[in-house]
């Protein structure tokens, strides 16, 4: 997006770079992309370290990298402008995996990193806290009911007033949620996204496992503002050998401005 108007994103859980990381890098690089979301990246006392060496190997900064955002990190292409770059960390539960989410505004766009639990409960708490703190609702929009329920969800805000729960967010830029969601479509955490973002692919092609992709877990979403060019799942080698995921590379312009320049 030379204009600053055209951006291309992916998201890839990359297991730790632990399966091939040389072929991760080479998925990557043969993408380009102005923005890399990563789920499970290098973790541990040199993890921080590993990833600065995996985006310096790919072309990359890493602007969100470690601490609070645990199971994930935010990659960006020199040269694009990055405000507002956190960790949001997340409520752990012993016996479960610590995880956190990454944020960055990257040009005129907020770009939101999630790796959702496997555990259906821890998904759904999180996924509140995240959507009342990155995502701005539209007015009127509620959560919705457990099944079973035989009263009215509380409104998203209520979401925002757990306690330890961080403000939430009042307007702004577009925003891009992408990551693993460890769910099909149609379930919960998909369909209380798509109250507020709209799926980029709901015909998609699968992600996962990496090798013979059956289920479609991995996802982008985007909020009003945004228009969709391309999404591609790739293929090939590499995307087989690196991870036990294949990434999503989505190409996008912000709606109003001029969209007739091609990539190269």
């Known amino acids: 997006m030379t204009d600053g108007r055209r951006m291309r994103l992916m998201t890839y859980n990359v297991k730790g770079l632990s ?14 992309p102005d923005v890399l979301a990563l789920q499970e990246p290098p973790r541990g006392p040199a993890g921080r370290w590993r990833l600065r060496r995996f985006a310096a190997a790919t072309g990359l900064v890493a602007v969100v990298n ?28 012993f016996g479960t995996t610590r995880r956190g989410v990454s944020v960055a505004v990257v040009d005129d766009v907020r770009v939101v990193v999630v790796h959702l639990s496997l555990h259906r409960v821890e998904r759904a708490e999180h996924l509140e806290r995240l959507v009342a703190s990155t995502v701005p609702a539209p007015p009127g929009a509620t959560v919705p009911a457990p099944p ?6 509380p409104p998203v805000a209520d979401a925002a007033s757990l306690p330890g729960a961080p403000a939430p967010v009042a ?15 149609g379930g919960p955490a998909w369909l209380r996204l798509g109250q507020v973002l709209t799926d980029v692919a709901p015909d998609g092609d699968p992600t996962f496992p ?14 009003a503002g945004i228009v969709v060019e391309r ?24 709606a109003g401005h001029d969209n007739t320049e ?3």
């Open 66 to 93: 470690g601490r609070g955002a645990r199971t994930t990190a935010l990659l960006v292409a020199p040269g694009r402008a990055v405000s507002r770059a956190r960790a949001l960390r997340l409520p752990w539960r």
């Open 171 to 185: 307007g702004g830029p577009p925003t891009v949620v992408l990551g693993d969601l460890n769910e099909l479509p």
């Open 231 to 254: 999404v591609l799942v790739p293929d090939g080698d590499a995307a087989r050998r690196g991870s036990d995921h294949r990434p999503v590379v989505v190409d996008l312009v912000l």
């Open 148 to 153: 079973g329920a035989t009263v009215p969800a």
């Open 210 to 223: 990496a090798g013979v992709p059956r289920k479609r877990i991995d996802a982008v979403l985007v909020s």
């Open 262 to 264: 091609e990539r190269a």
């Open 19 to 32: 399966l091939d990381r040389a072929a991760v890098v080479e998925v990557v690089r043969a993408q380009r």
